[in-house]
């Protein structure tokens, strides 16, 4: 470790980080901190009994940093107390509390610290931030001119009383440890436990300075936001201003401000009860009729009223009189609300006339036992989601299971298969009265998550190229798409199926809803375990691969600034040089299926075109080794533990164009060659197979087979129809696990039994 990274014996400033069910965001958090310039700090990391990895990954943080200190809390405590616990093993001189979903501004410490040493060590020092969103937008607060106005640059709240004004946060500020114990501060417990921090250290504060500078990405997140939850927690706005008010009335030198916190006391009220996401509705006018005891309560002598619309409140708050609030408040949504009234018909006139049969059907309840299954938009009968029905056709056999399927591909359906042809009545009569719905991609937008249904977005690999919204910075891959569109889709899950830790941060920040994460494995893996030998020798003699051959199976992916297939690769001559020991199974990308330039090329081409079969698992299974570029199949193939070669001509290229979630040359499955001449030399030299590879491998799997283990169909049906734990069916350890058997296993095997089977029959 890096000397610099010890921090002193009294570090400058202490980073509190309290820390609940914040996984997809602690990292981002952790690492703006870390990697500052200014090294001199010490990072609390408080783990409120968070239900997701987050412990595990303080943990991480903590050995792999010493200036980072994992506390884990026994109970769930909230979190104004998880700050006091981190208060108390701090040692800086200096408290910096971070909410964990937002992040540091690259050198807003060395500011923080020079404008410390300027100032003369403050009690307090304010700083401004900006609101970050999804979609890359960045807003400094709308109040941020207090910072360049006129005044001392030490001062009281008395002073300067404007920066009173400012969001009553803990995050935009560091207060001096000593000041803080000396005056006993703490954080009670419930909702808007900053408010009576805020008011009665920036009153008490002799020394306050001002930094105009954004300090801290105040996070906006579409949705786990707790003070954007209907809950009756709303409710402790009330005790945290009854805390404020007895914290001013033991000193007459703090009666002076009664006024003005009395005026935003109220006008925080207001502010609580005009989100229609805060307080539930049958409780409103309970709420109202404590903001008037309050109001009456805490009311100061001589108090004016402000002017406008707010003093108007102010006065319907005064006489309790909710009635005649609620009908201003509806007064006031004036034309907005007649303009939302007009789209709420234009959009039920849109979907009457798509299909009035499901308008009708969405009526009807629905119906528990049955279930809709779909892989690419009704393209076939593959993936994850024809793994989980025929699982469930077996474990959970009461529930009905249809498949979404094109006209062309009914044909091909396993015998006994119930389906849909996406756009007939029957179609959208199953997809309105449905409990279960699985995906590997998106139903179409007009389809309506009802109440009581479940949707689980099954997921089609892991990533290795960029998804969801951090597509927004690759406009050749995003082709114009409406990542707004793609979001109110995405919010239709309630969960989404994950092989290994790592996709489950991907999907959680790619995906930003609130679906669940099933750590499951893929179904569509499952036979990569469960297939016998007699499997694998079957297969290939369908494909019509000779016995004792070297299977290679060519896999490339997709190049979203290519319109149509462009070969990387010259698979021609690459069968040429290798030989007759060799045999390449070519697999165009689903893309490309059918297309003039891929059977060109096939054709050209001593190889087997297996760009039409329908299960690329059986195609994993026949092979002896996959070549791939950047296409996930890599992923799942390394469950077979076979060996795997990675083509990566145009990685530049392909990373500037599309966006990955890490360096594929750095943590490769096996040996990378960048040209066709190192792509001959890795197999004519044996070097595909050899101990390199396996170490490769050996890491990779780890890493990405975390929960494929051959039961991952089984684990999702019994969690989602069944209502089972998933401790009742644990993933089986990676070294534990046997996969299908390879082609030169399985010919050897078959080989040993023959002279058995001989004997059995000449006795």
């Given amino acids: 470790m890096d000397e610099s990274d010890m921090p002193s014996i009294k570090p400058r400033i202490s980073v509190i980080v309290p820390i609940y069910q914040v996984q997809p965001f602690?990292?981002?958090?952790?690492?703006?901190?870390?990697?500052?310039?200014?090294?001199?700090?010490?990072?609390?990391?408080?783990?409120?009994?968070?239900?997701?990895r987050c412990g595990e990954i303080v943990d991480a943080y903590a050995a792999a940093d010493s200036r980072v200190r994992a506390v884990h809390l026994t109970d769930n405590v909230g979190l104004g107390r998880a700050r006091n616990a981190g208060m108390e093993v701090a040692t800086g001189?200096?408290?910096?509390?971070?909410?964990?979903?937002?992040?540091?501004?690259?050198?807003?410490?060395?500011?923080?610290?020079?404008?410390?040493?300027?100032?003369d060590d403050p009690d307090v020092l304010i700083f401004d931030y900006a609101r970050t969103y999804w979609w890359g937008g960045l807003t400094r607060n709308s109040l941020s001119a207090v910072f360049k106005g006129n005044g001392p640059e030490v001062?009281?709240?008395?002073?300067?009383?404007?920066?009173?004004?400012?969001?009553?946060?803990?995050?935009?500020?560091?207060?001096?440890?000593?000041?803080?114990?000396?005056?006993g501060f703490r954080f009670p417990p419930g909702y808007y436990e900053d408010t009576p921090w805020t008011f009665p250290v920036l009153m008490s504060a002799h020394r306050v300075a001002a930094l105009d500078e954004v300090v801290v990405h105040y996070r906006q997140r579409r949705q786990g936001n707790i003070l954007r939850t209907v809950s009756r927690k709303h409710f402790d706005i009330f005790d945290q201003y009854t805390r404020v008010f007895a914290f001013v009335d033991k000193d007459p030198a703090l009666r002076e401000w009664r006024a003005q916190l009395f005026t935003q006391m109220i006008d925080h009220f207001v502010a609580i009860l005009a989100k229609s996401n805060r307080v539930p509705e049958e409780a409103r006018a309970e709420f109202f009729s404590l903001a008037s005891a309050h109001y009456r309560r805490y009311l100061p002598e001589g108090y004016v009223r402000p002017e406008g619309k707010s003093g108007i409140r102010h006065a319907l708050i005064a006489r309790g009189a909710y009635p005649v609030y609620q009908a201003m408040k509806v007064a006031n949504k004036g034309n907005r609300e007649v303009r939302k009234k007009v789209r709420t018909v234009q959009k039920k006139v849109a979907r009457k006339r798509l299909d009035r049969g499901y308008e009708a059907a969405?009526?009807?309840?629905?119906?528990?036992?049955?279930?809709?299954y779909s892989s690419y938009w009704g393209r076939a009968y593959v993936c994850n989601p024809a793994a989980l029905h025929a699982a469930a056709s077996k474990i959970a056999p009461h529930v009905r299971g249809v498949v979404v399927v094109k006209q062309e591909e009914v044909a091909k359906l396993p015998a006994g298969v119930d389906f849909v042809i996406p756009g007939t009545p029957r179609y959208w009569e199953v997809m309105a009265?449905?409990?279960?719905?699985?995906?590997?991609?998106?139903?179409?937008?007009?389809?309506?998550?009802?109440?009581?249904?479940?949707?689980?977005?099954?997921?089609?690999?892991?990533?290795?190229?960029?998804?969801g919204i951090h597509l927004l910075p690759y406009s050749a891959a995003a082709k114009g798409m409406s990542f707004g569109k793609l979001l109110e889709r995405s919010d239709r899950w309630d969960y989404c199926i994950s092989s290994n830790r790592f996709s489950s941060g991907v999907w959680e920040q790619a995906f930003p809803c609130s679906f669940q994460n099933l750590e499951t494995g893929y179904p569509r893996n499952d036979v990569l375990y469960t297939s016998s030998g007699d499997d694998v020798r079957r297969i290939r003699e369908e494909l019509g691969i000779p016995q004792g051959k070297t299977a290679i199976l060519y896999a490339p992916t997709h190049r979203d600034y290519n319109k149509n297939f462009v070969p990387q690769l010259d698979v021609a001559r690459l069968a040429s040089d290798l030989g007759e020991d060799f045999v390449l199974l070519m697999r165009g990308h689903h893309f490309y299926e059918r297309t003039a330039e891929l059977k060109e090329l096939v054709a050209s081409a001593r190889v087997i075109d297996v760009t039409d079969h329908s299960s690329s698992e059986e195609l994993q299974l026949a092979a002896d080794v996959l070549l791939t570029d950047y296409s996930s199949i890599m992923f799942d193939y390394a469950n077979l533990d076979r060996p795997i070669v990675i083509y990566a001509d145009d990685w530049e290229v392909y990373t500037a164009s599309r966006g990955v979630y890490f360096d594929l040359l750095e943590q490769s499955p096996g040996h990378v060659a960048r040209t066709q001449g190192e792509l001959f030399d890795v197999f004519t030299s044996g070097a595909w197979n050899d101990d390199r590879s396996d170490t490769l491998r050996e890491a990779f799997r780890r890493k990405f087979c975390e929960y494929d283990d051959g039961r991952a169909a089984e684990r999702v049906i019994r969690q989602i129809m069944l209502g089972e734990s998933a401790e009742n069916l644990p993933v089986v350890p990676l070294d534990e696990r046997i996969p299908a058997p390879s082609p030169t296993v399985a010919y050897a095997d078959a080989a040993d039994r023959e002279p058995q089977q001989q004997h059995t029959t000449a006795a």
């Fill in 155 to 183: 001062f009281t709240a008395k002073q300067r009383p404007e920066f009173l004004k400012l969001l009553m946060v803990v995050w935009n500020k560091v207060y001096r440890r000593d000041f803080v114990e000396q005056g």
């Fill in 26 to 52: 602690l990292r981002e958090c952790l690492d703006s901190v870390l990697e500052q310039s200014f090294r001199d700090i010490e990072v609390i990391a408080v783990n409120d009994c968070s239900p997701d």
């Fill in 362 to 372: 969405l009526k009807r309840p629905v119906d528990p036992n049955l279930a809709v």
């Fill in 433 to 467: 009265r449905a409990k279960y719905f699985f995906n590997n991609v998106n139903f179409e937008d007009k389809v309506l998550k009802r109440p009581g249904t479940v949707h689980v977005q099954t997921q089609h690999g892991t990533p290795l190229k960029r998804m």
């Fill in 93 to 119: 001189d200096y408290l910096f509390f971070l909410d964990s979903d937002d992040t540091l501004t690259p050198g807003s410490l060395q500011l923080i610290a020079d404008r410390l040493a300027k100032t």
